[in-house]
C-alpha cells in the first residue's frame, strides 16, 4: 500500500504506528516504526497497553513520494528469547549489511535488546538467537560516527525499566532518585566491530545545565525520560530525548559522543498523546524530525501515527522548535 506524505500528517494510514527511527539508505527514506495495535487490555504507567508484537518498514524515495510498507519483517513469535512487548526499534548499516536493534520483555519479563540481521534495509530481518549480553531496558539507537564506530544509546524510565538497574544489576521494586537528586540519564556503550554485542561498559551520559550542573530529576521539562537519539551537525554531537511526563522533544549538545551533554531547549512542544518518540535525519540537504502523535485514533494513546517535519538550525547550532500543529 502507497501513500503519499504531506509534512505533519500521519505518514501512512493503514495501520497504526510509533517511535518512528530513520535512515537514509541507498539514497531512499527508511522509516523502522514501532507498530500498534488495538486490545482491551489495561492502560497504566507500566506501559501495558503497548502490546506490540511485530515491525514493518516503510520507505520513500523522497519527502513527497508515495510511502512504501514493506511489510511485516520480524516478529516476537520469530525471536527465541523474547516473550512479548517488541517496543521502539533502530536500524543501522555497517559491514555490507542492515541491523536491526529492537527490545522487548525476555522470559523473566525484563527488557532486554535484541539484534537482527538483513542484506536489504527493508528486510526481512533475521534475529540472533540470544540478547545482546549485558542489555536492559528499551529505546535503543545506534549512532554511527565518521571513523566507523558504533555506540548505542538506550533506557526508558518506568515501564522501560531504567530505574531498576541503578545497582548494576536488576532491583525489582527499585524507585527512581529524589527530585533534588540527578536525574537518571540515557545509558551509551561502544559496539563491537560486528555490531552483536557491547564493546564498552554502558555508561550513563550525564547532561547538564547551561551552568554545567547535572539536570534534576524534579525537573520534569527537562530531565531525561526515554527515546534517546544522536546525530552530529558542525561536529557537534546533538543528544535529543523525551522528557516524558511533560511530553516534550528536547535536546542537549556536546563534543564527546558519550557526554557530558549540556541542555539546550525544546524541539517539539507536547503533541497529542502522552508518549512522545523521535528520530532526525538528513536527507540531501535538508534535516527532517520524525515523531508520532495519536490524532490518526482520534486521542487513542496506543494506537498511534508517524509524522514528519523538516528540522532547521540557527546560526550559533541551537535547533528552531517546531509547531506539532500549524495553522492551516
Known amino acids: 500500500m502507497s501513500e503519499v ?26 522509516i523502522y516504526p514501532s507498530h500498534d495495535l488495538d486490545h482491551d487490555g489495561p492502560v497504566n504507567d507500566n506501559g501495558d497497553q503497548y502490546k506490540m508484537e511485530d515491525y514493518h518498514v516503510l520507505s520513500m524515495a523522497d519527502t513527497e513520494s508515495p510511502v512504501k510498507d514493506h511489510g511485516e519483517v520480524l516478529h516476537v513469535k520469530d525471536v527465541p528469547w523474547a516473550s512479548r512487548q517488541m517496543w521502539a526499534p533502530e536500524a543501522a548499516f555497517k559491514n555490507g549489511k542492515f541491523y536491526l536493534f529492537f527490545p522487548a ?15 536489504s534495509p527493508a528486510g526481512p530481518f533475521k534475529p540472533e538467537e540470544q540478547y545482546i549480553p549485558g542489555s536492559f531496558s528499551i529505546d535503543p539507537a545506534v549512532f554511527l560516527d565518521e571513523d566507523e564506530q558504533a555506540y548505542m544509546l538506550f533506557g526508558g524510565l518506568w515501564g522501560g525499566q531504567l530505574e531498576k538497574w541503578q545497582t548494576g544489576s536488576y532491583v525489582e521494586h527499585a524507585e527512581g532518585p529524589a527530585p533534588d537528586a540527578p ?6 556503550a561502544k559496539l563491537s566491530e560486528d555490531m552483536l554485542s557491547m564493546a564498552s561498559e554502558a555508561l550513563e551520559i550525564v547532561i547538564v545545565d547551561q551552568e554545567g550542573k547535572p539536570l534534576t530529576a524534579g525537573n520534569e521539562d527537562c530531565r531525561y525520560f526515554e527515546g534517546p537519539w544522536m546525530h552530529k551537525y558542525n561536529e557537534k554531537y546533538y543528544l535529543s530525548y523525551s522528557t516524558g511526563t511533560t511530553h516534550k522533544l528536547v535536546y542537549a549538545i556536546s563534543d564527546n559522543p558519550m557526554g557530558p551533554f549540556t541542555f539546550q531547549g525544546t524541539i517539539l512542544p507536547p503533541v497529542m498523546g502522552w508518549t512522545t518518540h523521535h528520530s532526525i535525519v538528513q536527507f540531501r540537504e535538508k534535516w527532517y524530525l520524525f515523531y508520532h502523535d495519536c490524532s490518526l485514533s482520534g486521542g487513542i494513546d496506543y494506537k498511534r501515527c508517524v509524522k514528519f517535519a523538516e528540522l532547521t538550525y540557527n546560526p550559533d547550532g541551537t ?9 492551516k
Request: no cysteine.
Open 5 to 30: 506524505p504531506k509534512p505533519q500528517q500521519p505518514l501512512v494510514t493503514h495501520i497504526f504506528t510509533a517511535d518512528p527511527s530513520a535512515h537514509v539508505f541507498e539514497d531512499r527514506i527508511y
Open 319 to 327: 535547533i528552531r522548535m517546531i509547531d506539532p500543529y500549524p495553522e
Open 183 to 188: 536525574a537518571l540519564g540515557p545509558r551509551v
Open 105 to 119: 520483555r525476555d522470559h523473566k519479563d525484563i527488557f532486554r535488546i535484541g539484534v537482527a540481521t538483513s542484506p
